[in-house]
């Protein structure tokens, strides 16, 4: 009789361990999934914030002979900046969705067009290209915008924004 308790008091130890053992081990596994998904989002809200700040060259106007023209286009440094600022978030495209990576390229095709179509980089002509593409780039710059409102709605979705990535 005091054998079987023995026995029952051994099993229900080992039980408890093996239990306790996989409980601890769920718990630290998600624990660090958790932590994983905090350092994800902060590294994508980071770079949203770069994004933001690359916008602020497209959301303020100046006006050239009495055309609307974005501040990128204000004189040759501030599109350098703006630039400069755009390659530095593409560097940046792991962390940001496909579709709003798709935008900054063609935003960033559209600049580009700038230095394959202007002899020289004189201020008047920056403003003149301004002047020209203001309609493309408020257009691109708008939907930019619903993305990143988009994105920062789907920001918690770790999983699901890293198996968009696979697939896009």
């Not at 990576?101 to 202007?118: A, G, M, T, V």
């Not at 002509?125 to 939907?143: C, L, M, P, W």
């Not at 619903?146 to 918690?156: F, G, Q, S, V």
Request: aromatic share 14%; with cysteine; net charge positive.
């Amino acid at each position: 009789m005091i054998e079987n308790w023995i026995t029952i008091i051994l099993s229900s130890a080992i039980v408890s361990a093996i239990t306790s053992g996989l409980i601890t081990y769920y718990i630290e596994k998600r624990k660090y999934s958790q932590e994983y998904w905090k350092i994800t989002i902060g590294k994508r809200l980071e770079t949203y914030d770069m994004i933001e700040k690359v916008l602020t060259y497209f959301q303020s106007t100046h006006f050239v002979d009495k055309h609307p023209c974005h501040l990128a286009f204000l004189n040759l440094d501030t599109f350098n900046s703006a630039q400069t600022e755009i390659a530095t978030v593409s560097w940046k495209r792991n962390w940001i969705s496909s579709r709003l990576y798709k935008k900054i390229i063609d935003l960033n095709r559209l600049l580009y067009d700038f230095d394959l179509s202007e002899e020289n980089s004189e201020t008047y002509n920056i403003s003149k290209f301004g002047v020209k593409n203001y309609s493309k780039i408020a257009e691109i710059r708008d939907e930019m915008i619903k993305i990143m409102a988009e994105d920062y709605k789907d920001m918690p979705e770790v999983k699901s924004f890293f198996k968009s990535k696979i697939k896009g």
